[in-house]
């Protein structure tokens, strides 16, 4: 059985790749309520989140994203000044994911 072609797979992990991640760039930017806050993994969300002025949800992170809430409109903003370079409504991440809205 022949060996698939390296191109052939990075193709087909990209196509895999791009749904996902064009769904989450497309959302409409973030009014209230929770947002999730993607960051590279050595920047302490926790700590941008809290500089923010917001707070974290639940009590699991991911490696690259966590859940966060904040109090003021203005907050999503800051998060993105903090380090947070994608930064989207957590209710439309749930329902793209299956979960309630």
Not at 17 to 33: C, D, F, I, Q, T
Not at 59 to 71: E, F, H, I, K, R
């Amino acid at each position: 059985m022949p060996v698939p072609d390296l191109r052939v797979m990075l193709a087909a992990l990209t196509l895999c790749l791009a749904g996902p991640v064009l769904a989450l760039v497309s959302l409409p930017p973030v009014r209230e309520g929770p947002v999730l806050v993607i960051a590279l993994p050595w920047l302490d969300r926790g700590a941008a989140i809290l500089r923010a002025g917001g707070h974290e949800v639940g009590v699991l992170q991911g490696a690259l994203a966590s859940l966060a809430q904040g109090d003021d409109p203005g907050f999503a903003g800051r998060l993105r000044r903090a380090g947070g370079f994608l930064v989207v409504d957590g209710r439309a991440v749930a329902a793209l994911c299956g979960g309630g809205a």
